[in-house]
């Protein structure tokens, strides 16, 4: 797995610059705090964390007297730190429950997000990730609204070496496909089957109703072990906004946010944790198959720093 810290510092943060910048002024006068904050909002910390991260840096700095700009930077790593909450468990649930039968059922992850964000292009790199563990996958083509999502997952399931549950119908039944795949996952014993969804999301309805339904299906083989909820970190704001929406539909357990290789704005993985209220668990650092690392919040923070 790449290193999540070489790959953002060399992608060029602007809070590493900017706020080194600032930071190397031996005295911090109210104009160079609001450049602080605003460097923040740059990288799409939103305000809330922003400013929570200042008034305690700003409390500590005053407090402890500090002055030393090395001192001031390493008090903003840890205050930084403490945003990204280490505290929060990132996991990626890949084992599954026994079941009364006494054999272990599949761990049944469930991946989802607006269309283009990378839900297939993650899928793929999971499933390499968990090959490479020696761990037996299965994936699902639940996207069958795209004639080519289906063709797209298989390549990745033949480029990593598993085998993909689809169907050669356009516009068949999504939770069927997710059904049969989760079905095959169990009766082969498999320890992991990855289901790819489709998603629009014109109709919140109508997404609410799918997921709804895949999610029915699929339990009636194996409980759901995870729901990744796929988001592209260059969106922004309109990221949050799906997160909110998918928060709302899919009972979203972890987040994937990809494309962090291709922009500055990592403080995107706050927000949207604070939006919410899971981790992120994976990022996506590039289009490859190895380009999906465990999101490790010290070398995150030591990324954005540079
Ligand atoms: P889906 O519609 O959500 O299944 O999205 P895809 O998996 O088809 O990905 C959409 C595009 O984003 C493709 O061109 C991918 O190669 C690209 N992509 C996916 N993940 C990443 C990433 O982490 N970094 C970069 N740079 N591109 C990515």
Same mark, same amino acid.
């Given at each position: 797995?790449?290193?999540?810290?070489?790959r953002?510092?060399?992608?060029?943060?602007?809070?590493?610059?900017?706020?080194l910048?600032?930071?190397s002024?031996d005295?911090?006068?109210?104009?160079?705090w609001?450049?602080?904050?605003?460097t923040?909002?740059?990288?799409?910390?939103?305000?809330?964390?922003?400013?929570?991260?200042?008034?305690?840096?700003?409390?500590?700095?005053?407090?402890?007297?500090?002055?030393?700009?090395?001192?001031?930077?390493?008090?903003?790593?840890e205050?930084?730190?403490?945003v990204?909450?280490?505290?929060?468990d990132?996991?990626?649930?890949?084992?599954?429950?026994?079941?009364?039968d006494?054999?272990?059922?599949?761990?049944v992850?469930?991946?989802?997000?607006?269309?283009? !964000?990378?839900?297939?292009?993650?899928?793929?790199?999971?499933?390499r990730?968990l090959?490479?563990e020696?761990?037996?996958?299965v994936?699902?083509?639940?996207?069958?609204f795209?004639?080519?999502?289906?063709?797209?997952?298989?390549?990745?399931?033949a480029?990593?070496?598993?085998?993909?549950?689809?169907?050669?119908?356009?516009?068949?039944?999504?939770?069927?496909?997710?059904?049969?795949?989760?079905?095959?996952g169990?009766?082969?014993? !498999?320890?992991?089957?990855l289901?790819?969804?489709?998603?629009r999301?014109q109709?919140?309805?109508g997404l609410?109703?799918?997921?709804?339904?895949?999610?029915?299906?699929?339990?009636?083989?194996?409980?759901?072990?995870?729901?990744?909820?796929?988001?592209?970190?260059?969106?922004?704001?309109?990221?949050?906004?799906?997160?909110?929406?998918?928060?709302?539909?899919?009972?979203?357990?972890?987040?994937?946010?990809?494309?962090?290789?291709g !922009?500055?704005?990592?403080?995107i993985?706050?927000a949207?944790?604070?939006?919410?209220?899971?981790?992120?668990k994976?990022?996506?650092?590039?289009?490859?198959?190895?380009?999906?690392?465990?999101?490790?919040p010290?070398?995150?923070?030591?990324?954005?720093?540079g």
């Amino acid at each position: 797995l790449v290193r999540l810290r070489d790959r953002l510092a060399r992608s060029g943060s602007p809070l590493g610059a900017r706020l080194l910048s600032v930071l190397s002024r031996d005295h911090l006068t109210e104009d160079d705090w609001d450049e602080l904050e605003e460097t923040l909002l740059l990288a799409d910390i939103g305000a809330g964390p922003a400013e929570e991260l200042l008034d305690a840096l700003r409390t500590r700095v005053r407090v402890l007297g500090v002055r030393d700009p090395q001192a001031v930077r390493d008090l903003l790593r840890e205050e930084l730190l403490k945003v990204v909450d280490p505290s929060l468990d990132r996991e990626v649930a890949t084992t599954g429950p026994v079941g009364e039968d006494g054999s272990r059922l599949p761990a049944v992850v469930l991946v989802v997000g607006v269309n283009g !964000t990378g839900k297939t292009t993650t899928v793929g790199k999971l499933a390499r990730v968990l090959v490479a563990e020696d761990r037996s996958v299965v994936l699902g083509a639940a996207d069958t609204f795209r004639a080519a999502a289906a063709d797209q997952l298989q390549t990745w399931g033949a480029r990593v070496g598993v085998e993909t549950v689809r169907s050669d119908r356009d516009g068949a039944d999504p939770a069927a496909v997710a059904f049969d795949a989760v079905r095959k996952g169990r009766a082969d014993g !498999t320890d992991v089957v990855l289901v790819d969804t489709a998603g629009r999301l014109q109709n919140k309805a109508g997404l609410m109703d799918e997921l709804g339904k895949i999610t029915r299906v699929i339990t009636r083989e194996a409980p759901l072990a995870e729901v990744l909820l796929v988001l592209d970190a260059t969106t922004g704001q309109n990221g949050l906004n799906q997160a909110r929406v998918f928060g709302e539909v899919a009972g979203v357990t972890g987040i994937v946010l990809t494309k962090l290789d291709g !922009t500055a704005r990592g403080g995107i993985v706050v927000a949207v944790q604070r939006e919410l209220g899971v981790p992120v668990k994976l990022v996506g650092l590039g289009e490859g198959p190895d380009d999906l690392a465990p999101f490790d919040p010290e070398q995150f923070v030591d990324g954005l720093l540079g």
